[in-house]
């Protein structure tokens, strides 16, 4: 770049120059103002090509470099290898003359002790413990050298390769020997404090008790969980599901409603599991007892997929437990159960199965029942919320979502629906 160029590169940097020189330029003619413009392009051509013709040389004078540095590192190679061979020259000719055989380490453990305690060469070559003091003629250069190209990062093809840890040997004085390379590991023991996880498996469901607080005062604490290994965590190891649970509710206080998945069989046949009844006896603040009863009832084709409770359990005049739920399906279906029983310590029994009449076109994956209005509110893979009148038996509102419903939730209530006739 010539002085010109040097001259305008600095001027370009000044704002009160150019302020300046564009100054010169207000009361002068057009035909003036476009001859320096074509100068200006004629110059800023030079300019690009000065510039590439020197990107053209930076690009081979890196090519340049790497190509020196490989051929430093192939020139230390070779030296260690003589190195490494005069060495074995040496060794075996001293072996032959003190009258025994010793047998050399391979090559890739030379970072190591060069002899033992009962070597001959001990008396000639003193060992190197943990501080290295002196320089013995024999000393071997370390064999692998690492050349550090004198080139910047970015011109690197690659970074160099860590080097392995080495395992030094305990001699008999407690010392660790360095051998001969310049550096040592360090080995550290770190305790380690491992905490068990809950789950085998990614945990399902997460339930607290719906009994009230002068009912039992034990089951208000209780919180069950289940997970896809097919744990209920709170009954213990011993109870084991041959599928996960796919959902699960409170049918009384002390009663949950579990719902497994649909299981493949020996035929590659999904099997339609029914819902269990996990009857809760006894607790305290470390353990639970319980039974568990299935239920016969198959209404879904392809198995439930969700379930939600609908009303929380009463108990009649007459002392008779009553219960219900609902369910959904991966069938389209919702159905409402009710069951009875005469006393906690005997099993419910289905008194009736009553299908509700919702439109879903894909599996149902969300149930929840406004007890105060009577309403039911589900939602499936479909993208569709219904609103459905337990009352007039008929959906009252139907709401287009963004995204499939999973979950819902007592607060849906405050949610104000725009009705749509059906």
């Known amino acids: 770049m010539n002085s010109d160029d ?9 704002n009160d120059s150019l302020e300046e020189e564009y100054g010169l330029f207000y009361n002068t003619s057009t035909t003036k103002i476009q001859g320096h413009l074509h100068d ?11 510039q590439a013709h020197y990107i053209e040389k930076t690009r081979l004078l890196n090519r340049s470099i790497q190509k020196t540095s490989r051929q430093i ?6 030296i260690t290898e003589r190195v490494y061979e005069n060495e074995r020259s040496f060794r075996k000719h001293t072996s032959e003359r003190k ?12 970072d190591q002790d060069i002899a033992g305690e009962d070597s001959p060469l001990l008396a000639d070559h003193p060992r190197q413990l943990a501080k290295r003091t002196g320089s013995p003629s024999h000393r071997l250069e370390s064999k692998r050298q690492r050349v550090e190209p004198s080139t910047p990062l970015a011109t690197q093809e690659s970074k160099p390769v860590p080097e392995k840890g080495r395992k030094p040997e305990i001699v008999a004085s407690g010392e660790i020997a360095i051998a001969t390379e310049d550096f040592c590991d360090l080995y550290l023991h770190r305790s380690q404090y491992v905490v068990n996880k809950g789950f085998d498996k990614k945990p399902r469901s997460l339930l607290y008790n719906i009994a009230e607080e002068g009912l039992n005062p034990e089951m208000k604490n209780i919180m069950v969980t289940t997970s896809l290994d097919g744990h209920v965590k709170t009954i213990g190891k011993g109870y084991l599901y041959s599928t ?5 509710c409170w049918a ?27 009857h809760i006896q006894a607790t305290d603040e470390s353990s639970i007892e319980g039974r568990v009863q299935s239920l016969q009832e198959l209404p879904h084709e392809k198995g439930i997929s969700v379930i939600a409770p609908f009303g929380g359990g009463r108990r009649s005049a007459d002392d008779v437990e009553h219960a219900q739920f609902v369910t959904g399906g991966n069938d389209k279906s919702v159905y409402l159960w009710s069951m009875s029983r005469e006393d906690a310590s005997s099993d ?3 008194s009736s199965l009553d299908s509700i009449n919702v439109k879903h076109t894909s599996a149902v994956q969300a149930l ?5 209005n009577s309403r039911l509110f589900t939602g499936g893979a479909d993208e569709r919320l219904f609103t459905y009148d337990m009352q007039k038996q008929s959906i009252v509102a139907e709401l287009r979502m963004a995204g499939r419903s999973f979950h819902e939730i007592g607060a849906i209530r405050l949610v104000r629906f725009k009705k749509q006739r059906v």
């Not at 200006?40 to 000065?50: G, I």
């Not at 590192?73 to 070779?78: A, F, S, Y």
């Not at 009258?99 to 030379?110: A, Q, T």
């Not at 996960?244 to 699960?248: H, M, Q, R, S, T």
Request: glycine share 4%.
């Open 6 to 14: 040097d001259k305008s590169y600095d001027d370009s940097s000044d």
């Open 40 to 50: 200006l392009m004629l110059k800023l051509q030079r300019q690009q090509a000065k």
């Open 73 to 78: 590192g192939k020139l230390t190679n070779m």
């Open 99 to 110: 009258g025994s055989v010793d047998i050399l380490p391979p090559r890739d453990h030379l």
């Open 244 to 248: 996960w649970i796919e959902d699960l």
């Open 252 to 278: 009384t206080p002390t009663t949950l409603a579990l719902c497994p998945a649909a299981k493949k069989g020996s035929s590659d046949e999904e099997s339609v599991e029914t819902v269990s009844l996990l």
């Open 348 to 350: 419910f029994s289905v």
């Open 368 to 372: 929840y029942y406004d007890q105060p």
